[in-house]
């Protein structure tokens, strides 16, 4: 349970699961969770009134393992989600800077499915174990709850009531693969250690073309489609369609040097109510946020390399040195916020 000034809210959830193995090459697993949810607001509006919101919904899972051969493995899982909105979302006005972010009382609780299905091979080579996992999923949304930027206040708030609140985008759903390597070892005189992995995805709303919902007053003509920057594809915002990352580590003696890489692509669709802030802004003699000449500017995905080594210098001290962002690359994973430049850090660790 949670308490704010004028708000409580309670969350009570029982579960329970099942699993059996059959023929020692099939494991079963089943699960149900009962959750229930409600908010309670003593002074709502100012009125001296009580309102209260609860809701309550069964959830289920299940999962399945088969042993195909010796060291292969096809796993399937299917679970369902639920979420109802918290009071920050559904009551809480604040800002951050002059930025505004607005509650959505209307704001109603979301619901989902997800589906998988995979095979994992173990990989075995002389002092070196490890595994290759192939996994393809698709996951839907009823009620999405998304974070988007708009005009949710009035024109006399500030930013003319632009700002950030929740809302319910409708039905929307994720889609992809996933492959995945993991190992470790000995090769040669090293030790190996490592981590690697690739995942799609293809993350789409399905009603683009409904308008938004009431946030404030009145009603907004804006669809998803027509509040994002790329309306075509219904691809849904601050999403990466590409994700890698890579991490291999090797080690001899007191030594060791690790390497890791990360790759993000190019974050297609964002509020396009940023991009427009930078011709209107002007004209109230505001500085522009630039973002419009940025995302033009770096409109292709980036590679982030993290380098590593550390030295035992004798039984109880080891020294490291450990660069983030070894090529300087400048890139944002968030519109309007550019993430670190390259960071250098000595590292002394000495164990008592």
Wanted: hydrophobic residues 35%; charged residues 20%.
């Amino acid at each position: 349970s949670s308490q704010s000034a004028h708000c409580n809210a309670h969350n009570l959830a029982a579960y329970i699961q099942a699993e059996k193995s059959f023929w020692k090459v099939l494991n079963l697993s089943v699960g149900v969770r009962f959750e229930y949810f409600n908010i309670t607001q003593p002074y709502f509006q100012g009125g001296g009134t009580v309102q209260r919101e609860e809701e309550s919904k069964p959830v289920f899972r299940a999962g399945a393992n088969l042993k195909l051969a010796r060291g292969t493995f096809l796993k399937a899982s299917f679970g369902q989600g639920f979420r109802f909105p918290t009071m920050a979302e559904k009551y809480v006005r604040t800002q951050a800077g002059p930025i505004r972010i607005y509650p959505n009382d209307s704001l109603r609780s979301e619901s989902s499915w997800n589906a998988e299905l995979g095979v994992k091979q173990v990989i075995v080579w002389g002092g070196f174990t490890g595994y290759l996992d192939l996994t393809g999923f698709v996951q839907q949304f009823h009620r999405n709850i998304e974070f988007n930027f708009g005009m949710f206040g009035k024109l006399q708030d500030p930013l003319f009531g632009l700002g950030f609140s929740s809302i319910n985008i409708g039905e929307t759903r994720v889609s992809g693969a996933e492959i995945t390597f993991a190992g470790r070892g000995k090769i040669g005189p090293f030790e190996l250690q490592t981590l690697c992995g690739y995942t799609y995805t293809q993350p789409i709303s399905l009603n683009p073309d409904a308008p938004y919902p009431i946030t404030t007053d009145g009603n907004t003509p804006l669809s998803y489609r027509k509040s994002g920057t790329a309306p075509e594809g219904n691809l849904l915002k601050y999403r990466f369609r590409h994700l890698a990352k890579g991490d291999i580590e090797l080690s001899r003696g007191g030594t060791s040097l690790g390497l890791s890489v990360r790759y993000n692509s190019f974050m297609e669709n964002i509020d396009k109510v940023f991009v427009d802030l930078d011709q209107l802004l002007p004209f109230f003699d505001m500085p522009s946020p630039g973002l419009g000449k940025f995302r033009a500017t770096h409109n292709k995905g980036v590679w982030i390399t993290d380098f590593r080594i550390h030295v035992k210098l004798n039984r109880s001290t080891k020294l490291g040195l450990i660069i983030n962002n070894l090529g300087n690359v400048e890139y944002a994973l968030r519109p309007m916020v550019i993430e670190s430049p390259r960071t250098t850090a000595v590292q002394v660790m000495i164990a008592f």
